[in-house]
Protein backbone atom coordinates (compact mmCIF):
# COMPACT_ATOMS: atom_id res chain seq x y z
CA UNK A 1 0.00 0.00 0.00
CA UNK A 2 1.41 3.52 -0.82
CA UNK A 3 2.94 5.85 1.89
CA UNK A 4 0.23 8.07 4.19
CA UNK A 5 1.10 11.68 2.74
CA UNK A 6 -1.65 13.19 5.02
CA UNK A 7 -3.80 12.86 7.89
CA UNK A 8 -6.27 15.11 9.15
CA UNK A 9 -7.23 13.72 12.91
CA UNK A 10 -10.78 15.06 14.80
CA UNK A 11 -11.40 17.71 12.67
CA UNK A 12 -13.71 20.40 13.83
CA UNK A 13 -15.04 23.15 13.12
CA UNK A 14 -17.80 25.76 14.24
CA UNK A 15 -19.68 28.60 12.31
CA UNK A 16 -22.69 30.39 13.97
CA UNK A 17 -25.64 27.98 14.26
CA UNK A 18 -23.52 25.60 12.36
CA UNK A 19 -21.47 22.54 13.37
CA UNK A 20 -19.71 21.96 9.78
CA UNK A 21 -17.41 19.48 10.95
CA UNK A 22 -17.58 17.32 13.39
CA UNK A 23 -14.10 15.54 14.38
CA UNK A 24 -13.91 14.35 10.94
CA UNK A 25 -10.83 12.20 9.95
CA UNK A 26 -9.74 11.74 6.99
CA UNK A 27 -6.20 10.47 4.78
CA UNK A 28 -4.50 10.88 1.81
CA UNK A 29 -2.18 7.93 0.07
CA UNK A 30 0.78 9.35 -2.17
CA UNK A 31 -0.63 8.99 -5.83
CA UNK A 32 -4.57 8.87 -4.96
CA UNK A 33 -7.14 10.09 -6.36
CA UNK A 34 -9.48 9.69 -2.97
CA UNK A 35 -13.40 11.27 -3.77
CA UNK A 36 -15.11 13.54 -0.93
CA UNK A 37 -19.08 13.20 -1.42
CA UNK A 38 -21.82 14.11 0.66
CA UNK A 39 -25.30 15.98 0.60
CA UNK A 40 -25.16 19.86 0.12
CA UNK A 41 -23.70 21.29 3.36
CA UNK A 42 -22.16 18.19 4.56
CA UNK A 43 -19.00 20.27 5.02
CA UNK A 44 -17.01 18.72 1.81
CA UNK A 45 -15.50 21.99 0.98
CA UNK A 46 -15.42 23.37 4.96
CA UNK A 47 -12.48 20.34 5.14
CA UNK A 48 -10.72 21.85 2.02
CA UNK A 49 -11.10 24.77 3.20
CA UNK A 50 -9.33 24.34 6.16
CA UNK A 51 -6.62 22.31 4.59
CA UNK A 52 -5.84 25.12 2.84
CA UNK A 53 -5.96 27.12 5.34
CA UNK A 54 -8.81 29.20 4.21
CA UNK A 55 -10.74 28.51 7.30
CA UNK A 56 -8.77 27.92 10.87
CA UNK A 57 -9.86 24.97 12.39
CA UNK A 58 -11.26 24.92 15.83
CA UNK A 59 -10.07 21.57 16.91
CA UNK A 60 -7.97 18.41 15.59
CA UNK A 61 -4.42 18.02 13.94
CA UNK A 62 -2.98 17.80 10.70
CA UNK A 63 -0.35 15.76 9.60
CA UNK A 64 2.28 16.07 6.69
CA UNK A 65 4.64 13.13 5.78
CA UNK A 66 3.99 12.28 9.52
CA UNK A 67 4.83 15.91 10.67
CA UNK A 68 2.29 17.81 12.87
CA UNK A 69 1.57 20.70 10.78
CA UNK A 70 -0.34 23.98 11.10
CA UNK A 71 -2.08 25.65 8.47
CA UNK A 72 -3.33 28.96 9.24
CA UNK A 73 -3.33 31.09 5.95
CA UNK A 74 -3.06 30.07 2.06
CA UNK A 75 0.38 30.47 1.57
CA UNK A 76 1.03 27.78 4.66
CA UNK A 77 -0.43 25.28 2.30
CA UNK A 78 1.27 26.23 -0.79
CA UNK A 79 4.10 25.74 1.15
CA UNK A 80 3.56 22.79 2.02
CA UNK A 81 2.57 21.56 -1.39
CA UNK A 82 -0.91 21.51 -0.65
CA UNK A 83 -2.94 23.41 -4.65
CA UNK A 84 -6.35 23.91 -4.82
CA UNK A 85 -8.08 24.42 -8.19
CA UNK A 86 -11.41 26.68 -7.37
CA UNK A 87 -14.66 26.07 -9.27
CA UNK A 88 -14.49 29.66 -10.51
CA UNK A 89 -11.23 29.54 -12.76
CA UNK A 90 -8.45 32.30 -11.47
CA UNK A 91 -6.45 33.06 -14.73
CA UNK A 92 -6.48 36.61 -15.86
CA UNK A 93 -7.82 36.34 -19.91
CA UNK A 94 -6.21 39.40 -21.38
CA UNK A 95 -2.69 37.60 -20.02
CA UNK A 96 -0.71 34.65 -21.80
CA UNK A 97 -0.56 30.79 -20.52
CA UNK A 98 3.08 32.37 -19.34
CA UNK A 99 2.43 35.35 -17.94
CA UNK A 100 -0.25 33.21 -15.74
CA UNK A 101 1.72 30.64 -14.60
CA UNK A 102 4.45 33.30 -13.90
CA UNK A 103 1.77 35.65 -12.19
CA UNK A 104 3.32 37.43 -9.18
CA UNK A 105 7.17 35.65 -9.43
CA UNK A 106 8.07 36.85 -12.77
CA UNK A 107 11.93 36.67 -13.06
CA UNK A 108 13.63 39.69 -14.06
CA UNK A 109 17.17 39.60 -15.99
CA UNK A 110 20.51 39.98 -14.05
CA UNK A 111 20.78 43.03 -12.45
CA UNK A 112 17.91 44.65 -14.21
CA UNK A 113 13.95 45.53 -13.71
CA UNK A 114 13.19 43.83 -17.15
CA UNK A 115 11.32 41.25 -16.78
CA UNK A 116 12.94 38.01 -18.49
CA UNK A 117 10.11 37.32 -21.22
CA UNK A 118 12.33 34.65 -22.52
CA UNK A 119 12.71 32.15 -19.09
CA UNK A 120 8.84 32.94 -18.32
CA UNK A 121 7.89 31.63 -22.20
CA UNK A 122 10.11 28.86 -22.32
CA UNK A 123 10.29 27.23 -18.78
CA UNK A 124 6.02 27.78 -19.20
CA UNK A 125 6.44 25.70 -22.74
CA UNK A 126 9.22 23.33 -21.06
CA UNK A 127 6.85 22.70 -17.77
CA UNK A 128 3.30 22.10 -20.95
CA UNK A 129 5.87 19.99 -23.11
CA UNK A 130 6.64 17.86 -19.79
CA UNK A 131 3.07 17.28 -19.20
CA UNK A 132 2.12 16.50 -22.90
CA UNK A 133 -0.09 19.30 -22.49
CA UNK A 134 -0.40 21.09 -26.34
CA UNK A 135 -1.01 24.23 -25.42
CA UNK A 136 1.38 26.80 -26.34
CA UNK A 137 2.71 29.37 -23.38
CA UNK A 138 2.21 32.39 -25.72
CA UNK A 139 -1.42 32.32 -26.17
CA UNK A 140 -3.73 34.50 -24.44
CA UNK A 141 -5.90 32.89 -21.92
CA UNK A 142 -8.77 34.80 -23.40
CA UNK A 143 -11.02 32.57 -26.01
CA UNK A 144 -9.86 29.60 -24.62
CA UNK A 145 -12.81 26.91 -23.39
CA UNK A 146 -13.18 26.48 -19.65
CA UNK A 147 -11.84 22.70 -20.34
CA UNK A 148 -8.26 24.48 -21.35
CA UNK A 149 -8.50 27.39 -18.71
CA UNK A 150 -8.99 24.26 -16.49
CA UNK A 151 -5.65 22.86 -17.13
CA UNK A 152 -3.56 25.93 -16.64
CA UNK A 153 -4.88 26.15 -13.38
CA UNK A 154 -4.07 22.87 -12.36
CA UNK A 155 -0.76 23.43 -14.08
CA UNK A 156 -0.36 26.47 -12.61
CA UNK A 157 -0.37 24.37 -9.54
CA UNK A 158 1.90 21.93 -10.50
CA UNK A 159 4.59 24.53 -11.31
CA UNK A 160 4.22 25.99 -7.25
CA UNK A 161 5.56 22.46 -6.94
CA UNK A 162 2.19 20.85 -5.23
CA UNK A 163 2.03 17.54 -4.23
CA UNK A 164 -1.31 17.57 -3.26
CA UNK A 165 -4.07 18.76 -5.36
CA UNK A 166 -7.57 19.81 -4.12
CA UNK A 167 -10.23 20.02 -7.16
CA UNK A 168 -13.93 21.25 -5.77
CA UNK A 169 -16.52 20.09 -8.36
CA UNK A 170 -14.05 20.61 -11.14
CA UNK A 171 -16.52 18.94 -13.41
CA UNK A 172 -19.53 21.11 -13.07
CA UNK A 173 -19.00 23.24 -16.19
CA UNK A 174 -17.21 21.38 -18.32
CA UNK A 175 -18.18 19.55 -21.35
CA UNK A 176 -18.09 15.80 -21.69
CA UNK A 177 -15.44 15.91 -23.66
CA UNK A 178 -13.07 18.35 -21.64
CA UNK A 179 -14.12 16.08 -18.59
CA UNK A 180 -12.40 12.75 -20.12
CA UNK A 181 -9.39 15.17 -21.24
CA UNK A 182 -9.19 16.35 -16.78
CA UNK A 183 -9.49 13.14 -16.37
CA UNK A 184 -6.39 11.69 -18.21
CA UNK A 185 -4.71 14.59 -16.35
CA UNK A 186 -5.73 13.18 -13.44
CA UNK A 187 -4.47 9.70 -14.57
CA UNK A 188 -1.00 11.14 -15.69
CA UNK A 189 -0.83 13.46 -12.03
CA UNK A 190 -1.42 9.84 -10.11
CA UNK A 191 1.52 8.21 -12.20
CA UNK A 192 3.70 10.83 -11.04
CA UNK A 193 2.86 10.71 -7.54
CA UNK A 194 0.50 13.52 -6.65
CA UNK A 195 -2.02 12.80 -5.04
CA UNK A 196 -5.78 14.35 -5.70
CA UNK A 197 -8.70 14.98 -2.98
CA UNK A 198 -11.73 14.89 -5.88
CA UNK A 199 -15.02 16.44 -5.11
CA UNK A 200 -17.91 16.12 -7.42
CA UNK A 201 -21.91 15.49 -7.04
CA UNK A 202 -21.75 13.32 -10.13
CA UNK A 203 -21.15 9.67 -8.72
CA UNK A 204 -20.59 7.90 -11.98
CA UNK A 205 -16.86 9.89 -12.12
CA UNK A 206 -16.14 7.82 -8.61
CA UNK A 207 -15.56 4.68 -10.69
CA UNK A 208 -13.74 6.36 -13.25
CA UNK A 209 -10.97 7.91 -11.28
CA UNK A 210 -11.70 7.11 -7.45
CA UNK A 211 -9.51 4.63 -5.65
CA UNK A 212 -10.95 5.55 -2.27
CA UNK A 213 -14.00 7.45 -1.37
CA UNK A 214 -15.22 9.38 2.07
CA UNK A 215 -18.63 10.18 2.65
CA UNK A 216 -19.60 12.80 4.63
CA UNK A 217 -23.29 14.09 6.43
CA UNK A 218 -24.43 16.47 8.60
CA UNK A 219 -20.26 17.19 9.06
CA UNK A 220 -19.47 14.05 10.53
CA UNK A 221 -17.91 11.04 8.33
CA UNK A 222 -19.98 8.51 7.71
CA UNK A 223 -17.52 6.46 6.02
CA UNK A 224 -14.26 5.80 4.38
CA UNK A 225 -14.30 2.91 1.48
CA UNK A 226 -11.17 1.36 0.49
CA UNK A 227 -12.92 -0.85 -2.14
CA UNK A 228 -14.91 1.32 -4.38
CA UNK A 229 -15.31 -1.56 -6.90
CA UNK A 230 -17.22 -3.32 -3.85
CA UNK A 231 -19.93 -0.91 -3.52
CA UNK A 232 -22.91 -0.15 -5.90
CA UNK A 233 -24.03 3.76 -6.16
CA UNK A 234 -27.46 3.25 -4.55
CA UNK A 235 -25.34 2.14 -1.84
CA UNK A 236 -23.64 5.23 -1.57
CA UNK A 237 -26.51 7.18 -2.62
CA UNK A 238 -28.02 5.81 1.19
CA UNK A 239 -24.78 6.36 2.72
CA UNK A 240 -24.99 10.00 1.71
CA UNK A 241 -28.69 10.85 2.48
CA UNK A 242 -29.42 8.17 5.56
CA UNK A 243 -32.42 7.03 4.09
CA UNK A 244 -33.54 4.62 1.15
CA UNK A 245 -33.90 6.36 -1.86
CA UNK A 246 -36.07 6.17 -4.31
CA UNK A 247 -34.05 7.35 -8.03
CA UNK A 248 -35.51 7.27 -11.03
CA UNK A 249 -38.71 9.30 -10.50
CA UNK A 250 -40.33 9.02 -13.75
CA UNK A 251 -42.59 11.71 -14.91
CA UNK A 252 -46.03 10.64 -14.18
CA UNK A 253 -47.86 12.45 -16.95
CA UNK A 254 -47.84 15.03 -19.59
CA UNK A 255 -49.60 18.08 -18.60
CA UNK A 256 -49.01 19.60 -21.72
CA UNK A 257 -51.58 21.53 -23.65
CA UNK A 258 -50.38 21.59 -27.41
CA UNK A 259 -54.02 24.07 -28.15
CA UNK A 260 -52.47 27.12 -25.97
CA UNK A 261 -48.56 28.34 -26.93
CA UNK A 262 -47.79 30.52 -24.17
CA UNK A 263 -44.53 31.45 -26.05
CA UNK A 264 -42.94 31.91 -29.25
CA UNK A 265 -39.52 33.17 -30.46
CA UNK A 266 -39.09 33.99 -33.56
CA UNK A 267 -35.62 34.18 -35.86
CA UNK A 268 -33.98 35.30 -32.67
CA UNK A 269 -30.29 36.65 -33.73
CA UNK A 270 -27.46 38.08 -31.54
CA UNK A 271 -24.84 38.47 -34.33
CA UNK A 272 -22.09 36.00 -34.00
CA UNK A 273 -23.54 34.39 -31.13
CA UNK A 274 -26.88 32.85 -32.36
CA UNK A 275 -28.40 32.80 -35.09
CA UNK A 276 -32.56 32.31 -36.21
CA UNK A 277 -33.80 31.04 -33.04
CA UNK A 278 -37.03 30.06 -33.32
CA UNK A 279 -38.71 27.89 -30.68
CA UNK A 280 -42.32 27.66 -29.19
CA UNK A 281 -43.51 26.34 -25.85
CA UNK A 282 -47.06 25.07 -24.32
CA UNK A 283 -48.57 25.38 -21.12
CA UNK A 284 -47.77 22.76 -19.17
CA UNK A 285 -45.05 21.62 -21.41
CA UNK A 286 -41.20 21.19 -20.45
CA UNK A 287 -39.16 22.07 -23.28
CA UNK A 288 -35.60 20.71 -22.74
CA UNK A 289 -33.18 23.07 -24.21
CA UNK A 290 -29.64 20.40 -25.15
CA UNK A 291 -26.24 21.35 -26.38
CA UNK A 292 -22.51 21.28 -25.64
CA UNK A 293 -21.02 23.45 -23.39
CA UNK A 294 -20.67 26.72 -25.45
CA UNK A 295 -23.46 26.22 -28.07
CA UNK A 296 -25.28 29.66 -27.02
CA UNK A 297 -27.71 27.71 -25.03
CA UNK A 298 -27.49 30.29 -22.25
CA UNK A 299 -27.06 33.34 -24.46
CA UNK A 300 -30.29 32.64 -25.79
CA UNK A 301 -32.76 32.29 -22.82
CA UNK A 302 -30.42 35.73 -21.49
CA UNK A 303 -31.72 37.45 -24.51
CA UNK A 304 -35.02 35.99 -23.96
CA UNK A 305 -35.24 37.22 -20.81
CA UNK A 306 -33.85 40.95 -21.42
CA UNK A 307 -30.27 40.25 -19.81
CA UNK A 308 -28.48 40.41 -23.26
CA UNK A 309 -29.70 42.55 -26.08
CA UNK A 310 -31.17 40.90 -29.41
CA UNK A 311 -30.13 41.96 -33.44
CA UNK A 312 -33.35 40.64 -34.64
CA UNK A 313 -36.61 38.40 -34.14
CA UNK A 314 -39.55 38.46 -32.41
CA UNK A 315 -40.83 36.88 -28.76
CA UNK A 316 -44.51 36.75 -28.35
CA UNK A 317 -46.27 35.84 -25.18
CA UNK A 318 -49.83 34.28 -24.95
CA UNK A 319 -50.00 35.16 -28.39
CA UNK A 320 -48.74 38.78 -28.22
CA UNK A 321 -45.94 40.06 -29.58
CA UNK A 322 -43.87 41.73 -26.71
CA UNK A 323 -40.45 43.57 -26.52
CA UNK A 324 -38.65 42.68 -23.69
CA UNK A 325 -35.67 45.23 -23.28
CA UNK A 326 -34.62 44.03 -19.34
CA UNK A 327 -35.45 41.41 -17.13
CA UNK A 328 -38.09 43.67 -15.46
CA UNK A 329 -39.96 43.51 -18.60
CA UNK A 330 -40.10 39.69 -18.71
CA UNK A 331 -40.94 39.53 -15.28
CA UNK A 332 -44.09 42.05 -15.98
CA UNK A 333 -44.84 39.18 -18.79
CA UNK A 334 -44.41 36.34 -16.48
CA UNK A 335 -41.66 34.82 -16.96
CA UNK A 336 -38.41 34.24 -14.86
CA UNK A 337 -35.34 32.91 -15.02
CA UNK A 338 -33.27 30.55 -12.85
CA UNK A 339 -29.57 31.72 -14.26
CA UNK A 340 -26.57 28.87 -14.73
CA UNK A 341 -24.65 31.32 -12.54
CA UNK A 342 -26.82 31.44 -9.82
CA UNK A 343 -24.52 32.91 -7.40
CA UNK A 344 -23.45 36.29 -9.26
CA UNK A 345 -26.87 37.10 -11.13
CA UNK A 346 -29.53 34.54 -8.89
CA UNK A 347 -29.04 35.66 -5.40
CA UNK A 348 -28.24 38.76 -3.48
CA UNK A 349 -25.56 37.15 -1.56
CA UNK A 350 -25.89 39.77 1.35
CA UNK A 351 -29.44 39.07 2.00
CA UNK A 352 -30.86 36.24 4.11
CA UNK A 353 -32.57 33.16 2.49
CA UNK A 354 -35.90 34.65 3.40
CA UNK A 355 -35.35 37.73 1.97
CA UNK A 356 -34.01 35.92 -1.50
CA UNK A 357 -37.00 33.28 -1.48
CA UNK A 358 -39.05 36.34 -1.70
CA UNK A 359 -37.55 38.85 -4.00
CA UNK A 360 -39.36 38.12 -6.73
CA UNK A 361 -42.97 37.43 -5.33
CA UNK A 362 -43.34 39.91 -2.63
CA UNK A 363 -46.37 41.43 -3.35
CA UNK A 364 -48.16 37.68 -2.86
CA UNK A 365 -47.85 38.39 0.77
CA UNK A 366 -48.80 41.78 0.70
CA UNK A 367 -52.33 43.42 2.24
CA UNK A 368 -55.00 44.64 -0.53
CA UNK A 369 -53.55 47.92 -0.62
CA UNK A 370 -49.67 46.59 -1.07
CA UNK A 371 -48.09 48.62 2.21
CA UNK A 372 -48.24 45.67 4.37
CA UNK A 373 -46.49 42.29 4.02
CA UNK A 374 -48.30 39.67 6.09
CA UNK A 375 -44.54 37.92 7.59
CA UNK A 376 -46.56 35.45 9.30
CA UNK A 377 -47.50 33.88 5.79
CA UNK A 378 -44.33 35.12 4.29
CA UNK A 379 -42.29 32.48 7.11
CA UNK A 380 -44.51 29.95 6.09
CA UNK A 381 -44.02 30.03 2.69
CA UNK A 382 -40.13 30.20 2.77
CA UNK A 383 -40.01 27.58 5.91
CA UNK A 384 -41.65 25.16 3.38
CA UNK A 385 -39.36 25.80 0.31
CA UNK A 386 -36.75 25.00 2.84
CA UNK A 387 -38.61 21.90 4.31
CA UNK A 388 -39.10 20.74 0.45
CA UNK A 389 -35.61 21.39 -0.96
CA UNK A 390 -34.04 20.41 2.25
CA UNK A 391 -31.91 23.74 2.19
CA UNK A 392 -29.63 23.58 4.83
CA UNK A 393 -29.14 26.28 6.61
CA UNK A 394 -29.40 27.46 10.77
CA UNK A 395 -32.54 29.78 10.41
CA UNK A 396 -34.55 31.69 7.14
CA UNK A 397 -32.32 34.62 8.48
CA UNK A 398 -29.30 33.02 7.69
CA UNK A 399 -27.74 35.19 5.40
CA UNK A 400 -27.23 33.44 1.86
CA UNK A 401 -22.98 34.13 1.67
CA UNK A 402 -22.65 31.37 4.73
CA UNK A 403 -24.59 28.79 2.93
CA UNK A 404 -22.78 25.90 0.98
CA UNK A 405 -22.85 25.82 -3.04
CA UNK A 406 -25.32 23.68 -3.59
CA UNK A 407 -27.53 24.90 -1.02
CA UNK A 408 -27.24 28.71 -2.35
CA UNK A 409 -28.25 27.11 -5.72
CA UNK A 410 -31.44 25.77 -3.93
CA UNK A 411 -32.28 29.40 -3.06
CA UNK A 412 -32.20 30.52 -6.31
CA UNK A 413 -34.11 27.78 -7.41
CA UNK A 414 -36.90 28.58 -4.50
CA UNK A 415 -37.09 31.84 -5.37
CA UNK A 416 -38.39 31.52 -8.71
CA UNK A 417 -40.74 28.57 -7.64
CA UNK A 418 -42.43 30.71 -4.90
CA UNK A 419 -42.84 33.31 -7.47
CA UNK A 420 -45.81 32.94 -9.57
CA UNK A 421 -44.39 33.12 -13.30
CA UNK A 422 -46.39 30.77 -15.85
CA UNK A 423 -43.15 31.12 -17.70
CA UNK A 424 -40.07 29.69 -15.96
CA UNK A 425 -36.49 29.31 -17.90
CA UNK A 426 -34.34 27.10 -15.62
CA UNK A 427 -30.92 27.31 -16.76
CA UNK A 428 -28.98 23.77 -15.36
CA UNK A 429 -31.68 23.52 -12.80
CA UNK A 430 -29.61 20.49 -11.03
CA UNK A 431 -25.77 21.65 -11.79
CA UNK A 432 -24.13 21.07 -7.96
CA UNK A 433 -27.32 19.70 -6.09
CA UNK A 434 -26.77 16.78 -4.38
CA UNK A 435 -28.70 13.56 -5.87
CA UNK A 436 -31.13 13.89 -2.69
CA UNK A 437 -32.60 17.26 -3.45
CA UNK A 438 -32.48 16.47 -7.52
CA UNK A 439 -35.23 14.95 -7.24
CA UNK A 440 -37.28 17.44 -4.88
CA UNK A 441 -36.49 19.83 -7.66
CA UNK A 442 -37.70 17.56 -10.35
CA UNK A 443 -41.01 17.32 -7.90
CA UNK A 444 -41.03 20.88 -7.86
CA UNK A 445 -40.94 21.30 -11.54
CA UNK A 446 -43.51 18.41 -12.27
CA UNK A 447 -45.73 20.53 -10.11
CA UNK A 448 -45.48 23.80 -11.72
CA UNK A 449 -46.27 22.06 -15.06
CA UNK A 450 -49.26 20.33 -13.82
CA UNK A 451 -50.32 23.74 -12.30
CA UNK A 452 -50.20 24.95 -15.97
CA UNK A 453 -47.15 27.02 -15.94
CA UNK A 454 -44.21 26.13 -18.95
CA UNK A 455 -40.44 25.73 -18.19
CA UNK A 456 -37.84 25.82 -20.61
CA UNK A 457 -35.19 23.65 -19.27
CA UNK A 458 -31.33 24.04 -20.23
CA UNK A 459 -29.00 21.07 -19.20
CA UNK A 460 -25.74 18.99 -20.01
CA UNK A 461 -27.28 16.20 -18.84
CA UNK A 462 -28.79 14.20 -21.22
CA UNK A 463 -30.33 11.70 -18.24
CA UNK A 464 -32.20 14.87 -17.03
CA UNK A 465 -33.31 16.28 -20.42
CA UNK A 466 -34.59 12.89 -21.53
CA UNK A 467 -36.75 12.13 -18.16
CA UNK A 468 -37.85 15.54 -18.09
CA UNK A 469 -38.64 17.13 -21.40
CA UNK A 470 -42.24 16.92 -23.55
CA UNK A 471 -39.95 18.24 -26.26
CA UNK A 472 -36.39 18.69 -26.66
CA UNK A 473 -34.58 21.71 -28.72
CA UNK A 474 -30.89 20.55 -29.70
CA UNK A 475 -28.34 23.72 -30.17
CA UNK A 476 -24.92 24.06 -32.04
CA UNK A 477 -23.00 26.75 -32.23
CA UNK A 478 -25.55 28.90 -32.09
CA UNK A 479 -28.26 27.29 -34.22
CA UNK A 480 -31.25 25.04 -33.45
CA UNK A 481 -30.03 22.00 -35.47
CA UNK A 482 -33.36 19.87 -34.37
CA UNK A 483 -36.32 19.10 -32.42
CA UNK A 484 -37.00 15.83 -30.80
CA UNK A 485 -40.41 14.40 -29.06
CA UNK A 486 -40.20 13.10 -26.03
CA UNK A 487 -41.30 9.42 -27.72
CA UNK A 488 -38.22 10.01 -30.45
CA UNK A 489 -35.59 11.62 -28.17
CA UNK A 490 -32.26 8.93 -27.49
CA UNK A 491 -29.09 10.14 -25.99
CA UNK A 492 -27.67 9.24 -29.29
CA UNK A 493 -29.74 11.34 -31.27
CA UNK A 494 -29.50 14.46 -29.00
CA UNK A 495 -25.49 13.96 -29.18
CA UNK A 496 -25.65 13.32 -32.77
CA UNK A 497 -27.45 16.57 -33.48
CA UNK A 498 -25.20 18.61 -30.46
CA UNK A 499 -22.08 17.62 -32.43
CA UNK A 500 -24.06 18.73 -35.53
CA UNK A 501 -22.20 15.59 -36.92
N1 LIG B 1 -18.52 31.09 6.22
C1 LIG B 1 -19.53 30.40 6.76
N2 LIG B 1 -20.34 30.93 7.70
C2 LIG B 1 -21.35 30.23 8.24
N3 LIG B 1 -21.67 28.98 7.88
C3 LIG B 1 -20.91 28.40 6.95
C4 LIG B 1 -19.82 29.06 6.33
N4 LIG B 1 -19.25 28.22 5.42
C5 LIG B 1 -19.97 27.09 5.47
N5 LIG B 1 -20.96 27.17 6.38
C6 LIG B 1 -21.92 26.12 6.73
O1 LIG B 1 -21.22 24.92 6.99
C7 LIG B 1 -21.91 23.79 6.47
C8 LIG B 1 -21.00 23.01 5.55
O2 LIG B 1 -20.80 23.77 4.36
P1 LIG B 1 -19.85 23.28 3.16
O3 LIG B 1 -19.70 24.45 2.26
O4 LIG B 1 -18.63 22.67 3.71
O5 LIG B 1 -20.76 22.17 2.48
P2 LIG B 1 -20.45 21.27 1.18
O6 LIG B 1 -20.43 19.85 1.62
O7 LIG B 1 -19.29 21.78 0.45
O8 LIG B 1 -21.80 21.48 0.34
P3 LIG B 1 -22.05 21.70 -1.27
O9 LIG B 1 -22.18 20.36 -1.87
O10 LIG B 1 -23.39 22.41 -1.30
O11 LIG B 1 -20.95 22.53 -1.81
C9 LIG B 1 -23.17 24.34 5.81
O12 LIG B 1 -24.24 24.20 6.70
C10 LIG B 1 -22.84 25.79 5.58
O13 LIG B 1 -24.02 26.57 5.61
MG1 LIG C 1 -19.03 22.81 -1.47
Redesign the pocket.
Known amino acids: MAETILEMKKIK?H????L??NEVDFDLRKGEVHV?I??????????I?ILSGV?KVDGGEIFIDGKKRTITCPNDAKTLGIGVIYQELSLLPLLTVGENLFLGQLPHKPHTFAVDWKRVYGESQQFLDKLGLPINSRETVKGMGIGRQQMIEVVKVLASNARIIIM??PTSSLSDREIERLFSMIQMLKGKGISIIY?S?RLNELWKIGDRVTV?KD?CLVKTIDDIDGITSDELVSLMVGRKFEDSFARADNYCDRNIETLRVENLTRDRVFENISLVAHKGEIVGIAGLVGAGRTEVVSAIFGVDRCDGGKVFVNGEQIAIKSPKDAIKYGIGLVPEDRKEKGLVLRMSVKDNVTLASLEQFMDKLGLVVNFVQERKKVQSFIDDLRI???GIN?VV?????????KVAIAKWLCSHVHILIMDEPTR???VGAKEEVYQLMNELVKNGATIIMISSELPEILRMSDRIYVLHEGKVTGELSRAEATEEKIMHLAWNS
Do not use: R
Request: aromatic fraction near 4%.
Open positions: KFPGVALLGENGAGKSTLKYDEIHLGKTPQVNLSGGNQQGID
